[in-house]
């Protein structure tokens, strides 16, 4: 048919075309990744990676194990929502391994004007001061036991 | 990096580098060059027939380049087919693989393929040494240059030519709707912005076609064929009028309802995008060229004014309508998202997205178009004197 | 009844199917953590919060977030008498080391944390070309970094501007709201050392949970509500002037 042999070229290309989509669709189950699109439109396996990272803080229901007199004594001081990490830093490793992860103690001449110092933008009932006017210099640690800082009536803590 | 006022602190450095101006660039011109080479295949505009061939090589240049902006600028480039692998069906940007997979290969190359056939085949024959190889592959085996076959040939690429012009509108206008649909940035969130891309793109294609027209019959010793590239500017200043008055909507809707974006948009449009803005694309890349290409449509000047005016309004507007991208993504990350400050932009010279890269991305097309012109030349060998303006 | 066979032509290919996904069934997370019994918020309680800054630093700690790139941070906010259309807000390094003294003088001051909201209607799962980002069952946007390509519409895309390109890893990155806690039952590194309690994690399919309690009883707002990406950290006590 007279046609059929003028568009001949046509379904050669086509034939081009056909093979290049079929290489496409090989290619893509090869590629993509098994575990992709089981819950959605997402590599499934990323949730149980994201899920395995490791932490860095313990939590505060870790201390308890082993410092239950710390705990006891900030729970009934001014601190008592403060959790221990929040001044001691991320300390799953030492919870992970006591013994040899000793943590440093931190500075409280560093520590404690972090929430305490005074700014204009903090609520008005937060207890803040000038550290400077209050203590000239002195560690807060000199009159101060962090776990519950408020002064018993007397003077020293 | 220098903030002023108030930045969001993960805002402060851009996203999008000068690639990703590059981009919607580059396709716009393919998209504008199409339409071009449409208007004598669909709407018989027979003047324009000179730049019929040149505009679909054109076309096929800046198409084979830009991707390369694309690539260059991921973060994971080595993952870039995961877009042909998992295309997530909501982002606009998963659609880039696909409609431009289609738009090379059903449109442009298949359109390609079909006007130039018949020389292929004869190509195939009476050249030699590599060259042969190179067109007897291109003539996927069949030699029939019937006039039966050329008929069919014809009448494919017709087709192909009408479902040319809808893809080439969705090949530069899902670029548009990629910023028209970010609902958190104001300066781009717009159901305007794919039609203003488009109607800028097919500004850029057309002058950029009747530039390289104009420069290679130049090149060639020919005539310049009066009549076509007249007809050319007159099509460029209809789309030209539509792009402005489109760019002049937004403006004036922004300024009528002046919501809580308006302030710190319009503060940066008066200091850090004057210049982008204000001078080069509106002014010296839409009013000038304007004015100058409606000078001509009231006026009777002589044929070399006419051709330097052309040549004028043309490179006026391609830096224009790159100044437009530059300020819709360059701007679009200036500002904070608190509307309470900006940012800069730092184009370093030799990083992967800095500035030899991006120019290099833009003259390797016209590399291209040139190997294109070399294996499939859009003029007859013989030098001919083609007729003056009637 | 008898199955015809075309009944069986359509019923094996659609088992065949879901056959898959049927094994695949819930993900084994963590031990007793089912997805569908929590869909994850967080509380922010304005007055509360001090910009100590220890919840950036607890997160950066927690998270190994690279410098001058935050998950969270806190704004601090002055507002003039009714100017709340123009507040002057600082933000200095994120808040990594808190606040120095206020320049200004007299209006109102406060702090404002700020972190990924995972949106119900997140824009920014929305735009990911790959499906790199992600809404988890449980209400969390996650990103999977070795799929992400980097090719930053996301970032684009957040209103909050809570993303960022991983400097070194070239991927998207944000608050996963410490994902990799919440499932063995702990709480996310910012809450933990909020020493006011100012950042609270709440689980919204959780009876127990403080927050139902809260949220009767105070007003509470989200972020950029016009743009209704379903935002699900509550601020309470939040000021008009917030941005």
Redesign the interface.
Known sequence: MAKLKDSEHLLRLAAVFLVIFLSFLFIRTHFVPKSFGLYGHYRADALKEITARPMAFAGHQACAECHDDVVKTKAVGKHAVVNCEACHGALQKHVEDPASVIPQLPDTGVLCARCHEANLAKPKAFPQLSTKDHSGGEKCKTCHQPHSPLLQPGGRK | MPVDG??????V?L??SVLIVLYPFLTGLVAGAFILASLERIFHVNAVKPTYRLALLTALSFLLISPLPLQL?????E????????????????M?GFVYLWYL?AVLV?EI?LDY?HEIVKLATSSTGWKRIVYRLM????R?I?E??L??DDR?GYAVTMIGIPSAFLLHGYVGF?FG?????PWWSSPLMPVVFLFSAMVSGIAMVMLLYMGFTRLRRQLIDMRCVDTIAQYLLYIFLIDFALEMLDLIHRIYEAD?SFRSLGFMLHTKLFFSQVILQVLLGTVVPIALLGLIQFTNLAEHLRRKIYATSAVLALIGIFAMRWNVVIGG?LF?????GYTSYKLDLISREGLFVAGGLMVLPFVVLYVLIKVLPPWPTETVKVAAAN | MSITRRQILILLPAAALSWKYLLAGAPELAPNYTQSEHWWGMLIDIPKCIGCGNCVRACKAENNVPDGYFRTWVERYHVDDFHIETPTVDSPDGAIDGFPGSKEQGGKNFFVPKLCNHCVDSPCTQVCPVGATFDSKDGVVLIDEKYCLGCRYCIQACPYGCRFLHPEKKTAEKCTLCYHRITKGFTTACAENCPTGARQLADLKNPSDPIHEYLKTHSVQVLKPHLATGAKVYYSGLDGSVR
């Open positions: 108030f930045m969001y602190p993960n805002e450095e996203q999008w600028h991921l973060g994971r480039p993952r870039s087919l995961e877009m042909y692998l998992t295309p997530h069906r909501t982002s606009a940007m998963a880039f290969m298949l393929w056939r003539t996927l085996g069949s029939n019937s039966g076959a008929k069919v494919v990629i649909s970010v609902k958190a940035n809580e990350q904070s998202k608190s509307f309470l």
